[in-house]
């Protein structure tokens, strides 16, 4: 079939944004531009493997459109769309708390924006070959990581997480060099290409860059570009106005950084390229999901060392990028008084927003001063006994305070090492859960409705890490039907689905310290 999409593609980024004005592919530094002019690589033999059927509705896309090889075209970067002008992003970064100069999309290609009737979604592809800013690398993605953030972002979505979505994920029908644990094994893995969506891709280091550079011409444009196509609520650029946008985004980033913590997601590559100016989870690479709680967990082994992007770190973070770009926009204000009253705001709105996200989790409507203690023993408790947080919270909706005894049995499934829990652990799990009784007692609300609101904030279901990997083991083998079902399980993560128990369930043992499931790192 030749019929081709019809996609109304804009360009609003590149038509109102200085381009590179050199056209070749080759990587450099690229000076007084947001962005390089870059057409995607060819793909030798490109197929379809699964499309987010809600973005696809989302996008005005018809079903015959999905199967006809003009789409499959458009997502491998194959065919450009009449009107698109692919390009890649200069971007700069502090990537673990180091300043890292230039790095820019080096394997994303951006084609430009998609009008729908209520907004226009920027879509780039994800592995689609070499940019100007690919640096040492090729610019391509495996078919591990890219099924990680075609799953992860979708169901971060669901989760009320806001994340850039993906349309699609396809196999390029090339092979990809990969090092997974940098040593000295290298290995040729599938080559695959995420076609991704958001309002923008725009990130705390585009506008770093200019600032670092001294450019504060192109770092005013971008941030008035920013401003009059993102925030325009905010009125026209000035310089109030630029306090106001950088107050709207740290309001967004604490928010964002409060879900992750309420779902128990880390990042694991916090670096301020990894930070959306529009505050939606970004950049899907080494990320994890907590199964035993602990504050010091991380995925990503490139930082087992210091553990900078650990699970309860991941505020502090938010906190010092938040100072990065604070200190990038501060040639347009040329005032620090008022950022830092905007930067004190996000530990005051931390501590407050956090405790107010533990209660709904504990399903406390009411506030009591001494909340603070019951959390901080309950966090006490789930640290010191290795318990499995999405089957604890979730377990927790059917508490009840007249029988606090019973507490403990309710969340067997949940403690990985059930012979740990006796002595002085099980004491104070008995206290704990005579303390949230007695708590309990002093709300209105009926157990039904607690149990009702809890569940609307504790999923029950997410995409564990070892769930990632077991799809990825069969995709390996050309078996997609996990990659299914796991799309299909989280599009609705807080309802009970029967039919899909066995994935609430604590990780299994032989995922413990499998690559891929504890460990990963940045090589994708
Ligand atoms: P990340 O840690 O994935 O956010 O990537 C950090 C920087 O490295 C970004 O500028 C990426 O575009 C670039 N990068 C990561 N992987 C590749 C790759 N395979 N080819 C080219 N650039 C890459
Ligand atoms: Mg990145």
């Not at 950084?257 to 590559?269: A, E, L, M």
């Not at 100072?323 to 407050?352: C, D, H, M, R, V």
């Amino acid at each position: 079939m030749t019929k081709e999409m019809k996609l109304k593609i804009t360009n609003t980024f590149t038509n109102q944004l200085p381009a590179d004005p050199n056209l070749e592919n080759s990587r450099r530094q690229v000076l007084e531009s947001v962005y390089s002019f870059v057409s995607p690589k060819k793909t030798s033999n490109p197929s379809l493997i699964h499309v987010s059927d809600e973005m696809q509705q989302k996008l005005g896309i018809s079903e015959d459109d999905i199967h006809s090889k003009s789409f499959l075209d458009f997502v491998t970067g194959n065919t450009v769309l009449k009107g698109s002008k692919p390009f890649a992003m200069c971007y700069a970064g502090h990537q673990f708390g180091n300043w890292a100069g230039q790095l820019g999309d080096g394997r994303a290609i951006n084609l430009g924006e998609i009008e729908t009737k209520n907004k226009n979604w920027a879509i780039q592809l994800k592995g689609s070959g070499p940019t100007p800013y690919s640096r040492s690398a090729d610019g391509l993605a495996v078919l591990r990581s890219s099924i990680r953030e075609y799953l992860c972002s979708e169901a971060m979505h669901h989760l009320g997480v806001p994340s850039t979505r993906a349309l699609s994920l396809s196999l390029t029908g090339d092979e990809v060099l990969r090092d997974v644990m940098y040593n000295g094994n290298p290995a040729h893995e599938k080559g695959a290409i995420v076609s991704r969506v958001a309002a923008s891709f725009l990130r705390f280091g585009n506008f770093e860059i200019f600032a670092a550079r001294n450019d504060i011409k192109n770092l005013k444009t971008l941030t008035d570009y920013t401003i009059n196509t993102h925030f325009s609520h905010l009125g026209k650029p000035s310089k109030e106005v630029y306090l106001k946008f950088f107050q709207e985004v740290t309001h967004s980033t604490l928010e964002m950084i409060i879900h992750w913590q309420r779902v128990g997601f880390v990042h694991g590559v916090m670096n301020t390229d990894n930070m959306s100016i529009l505050g939606l989870t970004i950049d899907y690479g080494p990320y994890g999901w907590l199964e035993g709680f602990d504050f010091g967990w991380t995925p990503n082994t490139t930082d087992n060392q210091h553990k900078r992007y650990r699970y309860g770190n991941q505020p502090n973070i938010g906190l010092w990028n938040l100072y990065q770009l604070a200190n990038a926009l501060y040639p347009l204000i040329e005032e620090t008084n008022p950022l830092e009253t905007i930067l004190e705001s996000y530990k005051t709105g931390f501590e407050q927003k956090s405790q107010n996200m533990m209660r709904s989790k504990l399903g406390l409507f009411l506030e009591e001063e001494t909340d603070i203690n019951l959390i901080q023993s309950l966090e006490d408790n789930l640290q010191a006994s290795e318990t499995d947080m999405t089957i604890f919270f979730r377990n927790l909706s059917e508490f009840r305070k007249e029988h606090p005894e019973k507490g403990i049995d309710l969340m067997k499934e949940a403690f990985y090492v059930p012979n740990e829990i006796k002595g002085e652990l099980l004491s104070n799990w008995n206290l704990w859960f005579t303390n949230y009784a007695n708590r309990l007692k002093g709300e209105t609300t009926s157990y039904d409705q607690r149990k009702e609101q809890m569940n609307k904030v504790n999923p029950k279901y997410v995409l564990r890490n070892y769930m990632a990997q077991l799809a990825i083991d069969k995709a390996d083998n050309g078996d997609y039907s996990l990659i299914e079902e796991f799309y299909q399980l989280l599009k609705t993560p807080y309802s009970e689905q029967p039919n899909f128990n066995h994935w609430f369930a604590k990780r299994p043992e032989w995922a413990r310290h499998k690559v891929g499931c504890s460990m990963l790192s940045c090589s994708s």
